[in-house]
């Protein structure tokens, strides 16, 4: 197939490129590299059946002229991260809602298979656990920049499922805590980068809030292999859940890390507040129910945690020499 994969150079987005290769289809890259690197495609650049398009989602002309040329689009640029959504909120909201409103009205002129990315951040502090796909949203108010990176997803989702109420083929994932090698905490402060990036140069590891909250990580190949599956002609119109169902604590991840990278640093706990500022809301856990991916997809989380990190470890101290 020709695939457009758009935010291609960041971390999912260039792992996910590299397995489109890897199946045969010719892939075009568009990223305006505001979070991603081109060395993140270095090993693909010059690959016969790619194109990289250094540019982004929210022009138009650009956007309408690449997917004239494809069959599936998956749109993963967004700005995303905690610290964008509560430092750069209009950031967050125009170009998530923006550009993929750009990306399904051209994907609506041609026809062309949409897979958009988005995330369990849209379940919000909901406590009923785990999450189902139709499982409610609970948000803080609107006031609370916190809550803006959730509601610019759902409006992405809202008009995915508009447009496939049209006819349009389109299939939502979301995310749960993806790691890997590339996933880079400069700009959003992913906890699995922070952590080993603290972990490898003996500066304390912070655990934000008292580290009792949970999450299920998940390894960039399984998010990979589930995102591939949601080409699936079957998954058109439904959202996926594409995590893991297996908690840890931010406390016991950050003890698993030490460990790992036998480091000399100290874990320190620092209050929300003075991470994220005055009124930041965490979510005391959050999993994946997988039955859905389960069955139309037969996605299945295979990486366990500590081999996910150890190989996420070796990246990293590779990287930082
Ligand atoms: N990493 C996770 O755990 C996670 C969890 C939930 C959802 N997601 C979603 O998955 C997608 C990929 O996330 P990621 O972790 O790879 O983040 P990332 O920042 O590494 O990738 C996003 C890419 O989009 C590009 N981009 C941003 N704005 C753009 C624009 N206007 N035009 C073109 N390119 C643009 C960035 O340069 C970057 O390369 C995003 O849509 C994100 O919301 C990720």
Redesign the pocket.
């Known amino acids: 197939m020709k695939i457009l994969v758009?935010?291609?150079?960041?971390?999912?987005?260039s792992h996910l490129v590299s397995r489109l290769l890897q199946l045969g289809h010719q892939v075009w890259t568009?990223?305006?590299?505001?979070?991603?690197?081109q060395e993140f495609l270095e090993h693909v650049i010059t690959h016969e059946r790619h194109t990289f398009v250094h540019?982004?989602?929210?022009h138009r002309k650009t956007v309408e002229q690449l997917v004239q040329k494809v069959d599936a689009i998956y749109?993963?640029?967004?700005?995303?991260?905690v610290k964008n959504t509560v430092e750069n909120p209009l950031k967050v909201i125009e170009?998530?809602i923006d550009?993929t409103r750009i990306v399904l009205e051209s994907a609506y002129k041609k026809r062309a298979k949409v897979v958009l990315?988005?995330?369990?951040?849209v379940y919000g502090k909901n406590e009923k656990l785990p999450f189902k796909e139709d499982s409610d949203r609970v948000l803080g108010p609107p006031s609370t920049h916190r809550w803006c990176?959730s509601t610019a997803?759902a409006i992405d989702e809202h008009l995915g499922f508009a447009y496939a109420d049209k006819g349009l083929p389109v299939t939502v994932v979301?995310?749960?805590?993806?790691?890997g090698p590339?996933?880079?905490s400069s700009?959003?402060g992913?906890v699995v980068p922070r952590f080993i990036k603290a972990a490898l140069t003996d500066r304390p590891i912070e655990v934000y809030g008292d580290g009792t909250q949970t999450r299920c990580f998940?390894f960039i190949s399984d998010?990979v292999a589930g995102t591939v599956a949601a080409l699936n002609p079957k998954a058109d119109g439904l959202a996926f859940n594409i995590g893991s169902d297996q908690p840890i604590t931010i406390r016991d991840l950050a003890l698993a890390i030490h460990r790992l990278t036998d480091s000399a640093s100290t874990i320190a706990t620092v209050p929300y507040e003075q991470a994220y500022g005055p009124g930041y809301e965490d979510m005391q856990a959050r999993i994946a129910d997988l039955t859905r991916s389960q069955n139309i997809l037969q996605y299945r989380p295979s990486v366990a945690l500590e081999e996910g990190l150890r190989k996420t470890i070796a990246w990293y101290r590779k990287s930082l020499t």
């Open positions: 758009t935010g291609g150079a960041g971390f999912i987005g568009l990223d305006d590299l505001s979070n991603g690197h540019d982004s989602v929210m749109h993963l640029a967004a700005v995303l991260g170009n998530n550009g990315a988005s995330t369990s951040e990176y997803k979301r995310y749960f805590n993806a790691y590339r996933q880079t700009q959003y992913g998940t998010t």
